[in-house]
């Protein structure tokens, strides 16, 4: 082949490069679309056919599928199936889908509302959350002061920080970013909440398994989430800061962005909450949270929408542990979850049982923390008078 051809080819390939570049990306989204919408339509007619009991399965009707299985998010481009893929994968969900990024709440609304206000019991489309409201944090008491039921006591909420994706949206780069940006800010924690964090990049693998025996750490490879694409590039940026007394710690990369946890022996709520907001407080000087007007502050799964607040005992009940429709009906009066002792889709380990508040959105931090320990003042009065 002569030089002079060779010439002519690459400055022809030059001219039309830009053209060739264009058609090249329109034919990959046209395949990952037509790729998207098969993998849509057999995950949904599986569902259908299936005996799930998720609320995705519950509210997923063929009008609500057909209205939305093209559309897509302006910022990132999510699809329907980046939203549900977790629970046409795992039938067994409670809710079955997730937002991979903010804008998801409002373009696939479709789904997520009637899903919102089944599983926040009654926040409707017409509904906007409360502003934030700690209230008084000195009117909520020790649960247990005679130490017989509860173990221990742990009230934690999500953050996602502005200006980032979800976890299916995010970049490698994105992790790692918020990874650094929350080492300074934990280097700045005083007093009470001043501490250390540990990587999982730089962790081994007894002290990983330790923290996580003892409740501090979260798991590792939840199914729903890897079929959600919450943990691509693991363990990059994900890690726990400790307080020196391992009462305050903070989750970063798991699920959301941030969990802000606190949490100690017994049942002393009040001090639990305390804590928390300080944190809260401390950690919200140096970053700036995603908060939607309608929904609060913003998460990854629509069941942590508002509060994000989960007020939790690990509590020992076994009369009335044994006695499941006296439960079930008490948690129902109080809007409790009732879980096993390592939290979502686990058993109870030796008789304890993790019990917290069902709802995060609709009311205010407050009222949440407030429900959570009228139920399981209850709770211990029913236990006690078996
Ligand atoms: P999610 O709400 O995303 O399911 P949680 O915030 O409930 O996650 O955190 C679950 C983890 O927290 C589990 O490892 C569980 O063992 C631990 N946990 C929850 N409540 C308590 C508690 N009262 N005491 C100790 N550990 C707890
Ligand atoms: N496991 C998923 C999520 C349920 C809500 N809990 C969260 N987000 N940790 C399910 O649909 O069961």
Request: glycine share 6%; charged share 30%; net charge positive.
């Amino acid at each position: 082949m002569s030089l002079h051809f060779i010439k002519t080819l690459s400055k022809l390939f030059q001219h039309h490069k830009p053209k060739l570049k264009l058609r090249m990306a329109q034919d990959k989204r046209k395949c990952r679309q037509s790729c998207i919408t098969k993998a849509l339509s057999d995950g949904y007619d599986a569902l259908v056919a299936s005996d799930s009991k998720s609320l995705l399965k519950k509210y997923l009707t063929k009008e609500i599928f057909d209205e939305l299985k093209e559309k897509t998010t302006p910022t990132f481009g999510s699809t329907l199936w980046d939203c549900i893929q977790s629970g046409l994968m795992n039938f067994d969900s409670g809710v079955g889908i997730y937002a991979p990024d903010p804008e998801a709440y409002s373009v696939f609304a479709r789904i997520f509302d009637p899903i919102i206000e089944d599983y926040h019991i009654g926040f409707t489309s017409k509904d906007k959350h409360p502003p934030l409201d700690w209230g008084n944090v000195n009117s909520l008491s020790n649960l247990d002061p005679s130490n017989k039921f509860i173990i221990s006591t742990r009230v934690r909420c999500g953050r996602s920080i502005e200006g980032y994706p979800f976890n299916p949206c995010m970049t490698e780069n994105h992790y790692k970013e918020i990874e650094e940006k929350m080492m300074k800010v934990f280097e700045c924690l005083k007093g009470e909440l001043k501490g250390t964090y540990k990587p999982l990049t730089t962790m081994d693998k007894c002290e990983q398994e330790k923290l996580i025996d003892e409740h501090y750490l979260f798991k590792e490879g939840d199914r729903f989430l890897k079929a959600a694409k919450a943990c691509r590039f693991w363990p990059t940026g994900r890690g726990i800061f400790l307080n020196e007394n391992r009462t305050f710690l903070t989750w970063v990369n798991e699920e959301d962005h941030l969990r802000i946890i606190s949490m100690e022996p017994g049942g002393n709520l009040g001090n639990v909450y305390r804590r928390m907001i300080e944190g809260v407080n401390a950690i919200e000087q140096q970053m700036k949270f995603s908060r939607n007007e309608r929904f609060g502050f913003l998460t990854f799964c629509p069941s942590n929408l508002g509060t994000t607040v989960r007020a939790s005992v690990h509590i020992k009940v076994p009369k009335l542990s044994a006695d499941k429709n006296k439960m079930e009906s008490v948690a129902q009066k109080y809007h409790l979850q009732v879980r096993g002792t390592r939290g979502e889709h686990t058993e109870s380990e030796e008789g304890v049982y993790d019990i917290s508040n069902k709802r995060r959105l609709g009311l205010t931090e407050y009222q949440a923390l407030k429900e959570m320990q009228d139920g399981i003042i209850e709770i211990i009065k029913l236990e006690s008078s078996m």
